[in-house]
């Protein structure tokens, strides 16, 4: 992103960035994740110091499943003035945003009402917030892409004159730094979602399953293996390749433990403690 020279404040002041994107889900309802966030390198700038471009790596949504459709999205960069009243609701609004996790829909959404009414309640302030680009848009996705949003009048830049810095990611019209504000955002495909073992009811559905193996109870271990299978196989945040992979997996384990002698002997090792230690992406 970059943050243009000419300001509305003589202060220091905070930016922010405000994200909420809504996805269809394969039998649930639309997923809505939101989030606030004032990354440290946008923390109390220095209003004489801002004609530069600062690379902020935030991530503002983890690996889903994309069942196809509409991606909604509005993403927002806001400066906000240093002031006893606004800074703190910012710093509150901020640590909700990130208790509630960019990962799991489970898990945002009890604090989506938070985030939500958080930001209304600072960009209500107007004499001390200042919006500085915006987007709010339906997304049809086919691959990877880069969507830059620019602070300028509509036809002052050919898009097809703009490229990206592979360096500093900065924005460059015919080769050359662009001036005005804006922000980057990359969308990415993945085949992987490295963060599978925190999903929360695998992770707890796991750890019952090697507690049981560990016991050596081989009924009490299958019925912990039935219910691992159904948290996989009802999981909205796995494809399903993947599911039926970690089901053979902890199929596998199983019948590793339960065929190769006491577990503690000399041929038996015990179970991984947690569920990455199932390798689902192979040796890493």
């Known amino acids: 992103m970059r943050l243009a020279e000419g300001r509305r404040f003589a202060t220091q002041f905070n930016g922010m960035i405000y994200s909420f994107i809504s996805f269809a889900r394969a039998g649930e309802a639309t997923a809505e994740m939101a989030s606030v966030t004032k990354p440290g390198k946008l923390a109390e700038l220095d209003p004489k110091n801002l004609d530069r471009v600062i690379t902020v790596e935030n991530k503002l949504l983890g ?5 196809g459709g509409t991606l909604g999205l509005e993403l927002g960069l806001f400066s906000v003035k240093s002031v006893n009243l606004m800074s703190p609701i910012l710093d509150y609004v901020t640590r909700v945003s990130e208790a509630g996790g960019i990962s799991f829909v489970g898990k945002i959404k009890p604090f989506l009402p938070l985030i939500t009414e958080g930001l209304d309640l600072i960009a ?21 892409e880069y969507i830059a ?3 300028c009048k509509r036809g002052q830049i050919a898009p097809a004159d703009v490229t990206l ?4 990611r900065q924005l460059l019209v015919k080769g050359k730094p ?30 019952n399953f090697r507690d049981e193996m560990k016991s050596g109870k081989r009924k009490n271990a299958e019925e912990a293996k039935q219910a691992l299978r159904v948290a996989i196989y009802t999981s909205p945040d796995l ?9 053979a997996l902890n199929e596998k384990e199983f019948n590793r433990i339960f065929t190769g002698g006491p577990i503690g002997g000399h041929d038996v090792a015990p179970p991984p403690e947690t569920l990455y230690g199932l390798k689902l992406y192979g040796s890493w």
């Open 239 to 247: 494809i399903e390749s993947d599911k039926d992979r970690l089901v």
């Open 149 to 151: 949003i620019v602070a």
């Open 63 to 67: 690996a889903v499943p994309w069942r």
């Open 124 to 144: 209500g302030q107007t004499q001390n917030v200042a919006i500085e680009v915006a987007l709010d848009a339906d997304l049809t996705l086919v691959q990877s």
């Open 165 to 168: 810095d592979p360096a500093d």
């Open 178 to 207: 662009l001036k005005d504000g804006y922000c980057v955002l990359s969308l990415r495909a993945t085949p992987e979602k490295a963060d599978y073992g925190e999903i929360p009811e695998l992770a707890s559905a796991y750890t």
